[in-house]
């Protein structure tokens, strides 16, 4: 019995080790990510009031590419960086109901996931 009750103290303790472990690992990651959502957030933001005012919304199904040169060409964004890191950018307006932007960045020390799926060079 009591050798039961030790093992069952082991498990909880490495059970209770790897949460501890993991949380503070993802807290780190979110930390130093943090930025970068944030960028992505003003790009959405500036393009919203940029294409809303310039534009005629895509037809249902299709999207449009607004590139950070674009904004930055018509004062919408003074530039893209984060710290020492100079980013790249565009946001992908799409029509799928509900118009939808999503922000993609690229930098020296993060990129936005699929980010190369709807860059146009």
Request: glycine share 4%; charged share 25%; proline share 2%.
């Amino acid at each position: 019995m009591k050798e039961l009750r030790r093992i069952s103290i082991v498990w909880g303790l490495l059970l209770l080790a790897i949460f501890v472990a993991l949380t503070f690992f993802a807290l780190k990651w979110k930390s130093k990510n943090e930025p970068y959502f944030n960028l992505e957030k003003v790009m959405v933001a500036k393009t919203k009031s940029y294409y809303e005012i310039n534009h005629q919304y895509p037809s249902k199904g299709n999207y449009v590419i607004i590139k950070y040169d674009e904004l930055k060409a018509n004062d919408m964004i003074d530039e893209l960086k984060v710290n020492d890191d100079n980013c790249d950018g565009y946001v992908k307006v799409e029509n799928t109901n509900v118009i939808e932007y999503n922000a993609f960045i690229k930098c020296g020390n993060y990129t936005t996931k699929n980010y190369e799926k709807y860059y146009e060079n």
